[in-house]
Every structure is written in structure tokens, then in C-alpha cells.
T-cell receptor, first 114, second 109 residues
Framework: ETGVTQTPRHLVMGMTNKKSLKCEQH?????MYWYKQSAKKPLELMFV???????ENNSVPSRFSPECPNSSHLFLHLHTLQPEDSALYLC?????????????FGPGTRLTVL | GQNIDQPTEMTATEGAIVQINCTYQ??????LFWYQQHAGEAPTFLSY??LDGLEEKGRFSSFLSRSKGYSYLLLKELQMKDSASYLC??????????WGAGTKLIIKP
């Protein structure tokens, strides 16, 4: 399944680094999402974009900065992260922003902050 | 607050049947999703229930009781490839998805 791709798959960074995660969807969807998945915890919704407009920001620290240049691409810019930010970052897309729409996920970026 | 409860881990035998339960307390209800996630891979959609009852899809079935705030995922004729985490998620009154922490299912030969 290559409907939603994410790069890189693994990332190790120091607390002073700046890096970006990339997500691309090939499904013709109009909504894209960033989630954080930590071990044994529920998925945490971070950001939602619907037709390139940010419609959700769940009190995410400013060291995470999303960018959605078009409906197919989504970025998550990272800077001055903390070790507790180490997690799997999942991108998802859906047809529209309706909650009943099925979300299709990418494989995630495993982030380790040293 | 909103809460989704599911067992952390379950073990079952190849060829058997297993039922993974999910109970929820949310502000409103607009449907319940089940997703499967193999280790290191993307969660993939299994089912969506919005009305009470059982929906069958091949070896997998999903049941919903809205009055009890309860759902289960039933997996029949278990195969080794069914070893994965199973995530329950509920759409609340604001159409926000509330996720459970997932149930890790281990299949033994």
C-alpha cells in the first residue's frame, strides 16, 4: 500500500537540530493529519489540514510547525525538540475533513531525540 | 473526560477465535472505528460501526452496542499474520476521533 508515503522512516536528532518530516498522499484526498504515537498510549492528533487550511491544532508546542503547500503534501518542521518528543509520527489523509471519512495512514517516521 | 478502554495485550492460538473488547465514555457518539497496525507499519482500516449490531467482513466481525458504550472485534480462524495491534477509535459529538491505546494480539502456533 503506497497511498500515503512518509520520509524519512527513521530520524535521530539532537535537541538543537532542525529537521523536517515529509508526507505525501496519492489518493486524491483533501484532508491531511499529523499524529503522534507513543508506546502504549493512544494516538494523539496534532494538526489537521482541510483543503490546505489548518482546521485543528491540538495545543501542540510551537517547536512543531506544520506546513501544507497543497492537498497532496504535508510537512512537519521540528526545532529544539525535547527527549519526550521521541515517538512515531504518523501522517494520514482522508477524502474530506468529515470525521466519518476513513483515514489512510502512512508508515510513520520513528523519531528519536537525544 | 473522554475515555476509550481496551486490553493492553491478548494471546490466542492459531486457528482459534479471539474477541477484542473496547468500551468507551465519550461526549456524544458518531461511530466507532477499528484499525489494525502491524509492528512498524501504518494503521489500516478494518471497520466502521454507527448502528447497533454485528457487521461481518470475512474472518473479521465488529459488534456495537451504543447503549452499553461497548464494541468488540471478533477474529476467526486466526492466522499468524493476524499478530498486530488493534486500535479502537470513537467519533465524538464534535466529530473528533478519540483513540484507545490499542490491544497487542499475539498469535501462537
Amino acid at each position: 500500500e503506497t497511498g500515503v508515503t512518509q520520509t524519512p522512516r527513521h530520524l535521530v536528532m539532537g535537541m538543537t537540530n532542525k529537521k523536517s518530516l515529509k508526507c505525501e498522499q496519492h489518493l486524491g484526498h483533501n484532508a491531511m493529519y499529523w499524529y503522534k504515537q507513543s508506546a502504549k498510549k493512544p494516538l494523539e492528533l496534532m494538526f489537521v489540514y482541510n483543503f490546505k487550511e489548518q482546521t485543528e491544532n491540538n495545543s501542540v508546542p510551537s517547536r512543531f510547525s506544520p506546513e501544507c503547500p497543497n492537498s497532496s503534501h504535508l510537512f512537519l518542521h521540528l526545532h529544539t525538540l525535547q527527549p519526550e518528543d521521541s515517538a512515531l509520527y504518523l501522517c494520514a489523509s482522508s477524502q474530506g475533513g468529515q470525521g466519518t471519512d476513513t483515514q489512510y495512514f502512512g508508515p510513520g517516521t520513528r523519531l528519536t531525540v537525544l | 473526560g473522554q475515555n476509550i478502554d481496551q486490553p493492553t495485550e491478548m494471546t490466542a492460538t492459531e486457528g482459534a477465535i479471539v474477541q477484542i473488547n473496547c468500551t468507551y465514555q465519550t461526549s456524544g457518539f458518531n461511530g466507532l472505528f477499528w484499525y489494525q497496525q502491524h509492528a512498524g507499519e501504518a494503521p489500516t482500516f478494518l471497520s466502521y460501526n454507527v448502528l447497533d449490531g454485528l457487521e461481518e467482513k470475512g474472518r473479521f466481525s465488529s459488534f456495537l452496542s451504543r447503549s452499553k458504550g461497548y464494541s468488540y472485534l471478533l477474529l476467526k480462524e486466526l492466522q499468524m499474520k493476524d499478530s498486530a495491534s488493534y486500535l479502537c477509535a470513537v467519533l465524538d459529538s464534535n466529530y473528533q476521533l478519540i483513540w484507545g491505546a490499542g490491544t497487542k494480539l499475539i498469535i501462537k502456533p
